[in-house]
């Protein structure tokens, strides 16, 4: 496991000075970004020390923020270790991460196309759009929040408080998985052709064909994926 460096991540080298309001808000905001996108990787150590020595705060809203990423998912306290960056495993993320995923927006975009359809539609293809521009120039980052965007918008679409509830509880673990899935991606076409696939699948009209494409898409390719990783 490696050790976060106060000095080491601020960009430039420089302490990061936040506003005194919302600083919580703030930390937490900035190390979910590192964690998400890889700055921080699974298994570093974040120690309160270092963190507040980087923020310029002291110890007390670093303890608030590395809780509130706990309740997330993104870290893990070990007692009398510390606090460490999650290492998500893939029978985890397989058995898991990938059943709920598909559970929520199986039920939030079948109740979406149900009765939002056209705005459903409408969204989803300025989405799809915009994400093959962004993949035109290997913008893999812009991807990746489309990404999550196109999904997000099945489940808000939806109207369903428990739906967009249970979408939120594990969004940054979504968002985590999205990002480290798509390094090992051949070409971020693959991410567009996937979602338009969804999009036709709703057009589609049929219940069976949009179960079908969610499954692959959220179950099937990702499972391949990690287990082509693991040969």
Do not use: C
């Not at 506003?19 to 808000?25: D, F, G, K, L, N």
């Not at 993104?74 to 029978?91: K, Q």
């Not at 915009?130 to 812009?142: G, K, P, Q």
């Amino acid at each position: 496991m490696t050790t976060l460096s106060a000095t080491a991540v601020p960009a430039g080298g420089h302490r990061q000075s936040l506003p005194a309001t919302s600083v919580r808000e703030a930390i937490v905001a900035t190390l979910r970004e590192d964690i998400v996108t890889g700055s921080l990787t699974a298994g570093t150590q974040l120690k309160q020390d270092d963190l507040a020595a980087r923020f310029g705060v002291s110890p007390a809203p670093i303890r608030e923020a590395l809780r509130q990423l706990e309740n997330e998912g993104l870290v893990e306290h070990f007692p009398n270790r510390g606090v460490f960056v999650t290492d998500i495993s893939a029978e985890d993320i397989v058995n898991l991460l990938l059943p709920v995923r598909l559970a929520i927006e199986t039920f939030g975009v079948k109740k979406s196309a149900a009765t939002r359809r056209e705005q459903l539609l409408s969204e989803l293809d300025d989405i799809v759009s915009r994400m093959r521009d962004a993949a035109a120039i290997d913008d893999l980052r812009t991807v990746n929040e489309l990404d999550v965007q196109f999904h997000q918008t099945m489940v808000h679409l939806s109207g369903s408080e428990q739906a967009i509830r249970l979408w939120h509880s594990v969004h940054s673990r979504i968002r985590a998985q999205i990002y480290r899935m798509s390094t090992r991606l051949e070409s971020p076409t693959v991410v567009v052709d996937d979602h338009q696939a969804i999009l036709d699948a709703i057009r589609s009209e049929d219940p069976g064909t949009i179960e079908e494409v969610m499954h692959e898409h959220i179950i099937e390719h990702p499972t391949e994926q990690l287990r082509g990783q693991s040969d």
